[in-house]
């Protein structure tokens, strides 16, 4: 359900904002929700996901778009 309600979300947003740098800032923004559950709130992989999906964020949300290459 997460992943259904993540990609309408992302419908949702860019038929609201057209101009690709607030498009950018939010997608920005909802990467840095997702890790910041992740990383703080979350006690465990199980209380993770059910934080993310209560916000409709998934795991993916809170992967960068670029990988960096080392």
């Known amino acids: 359900m997460s992943s259904d309600f993540s ?6 947003l860019r038929r609201l904002y057209t101009d690709p ?3 950018a800032y939010i997608e ?4 840095r929700a997702a890790r910041v559950l992740a990383g703080s709130f979350a006690r465990d992989a199980d209380d993770c996901a059910l934080l993310l999906d209560a916000l409709g964020l998934t795991p993916q ?4 778009a ?3 290459t080392s």
């Open 28 to 31: 920005e923004q909802r990467r």
């Open 21 to 23: 740098t607030q498009i």
């Open 66 to 68: 670029e990988r960096p």
């Open 7 to 12: 990609s309408d979300a992302t419908l949702a």
């Open 61 to 64: 949300d809170g992967l960068t």
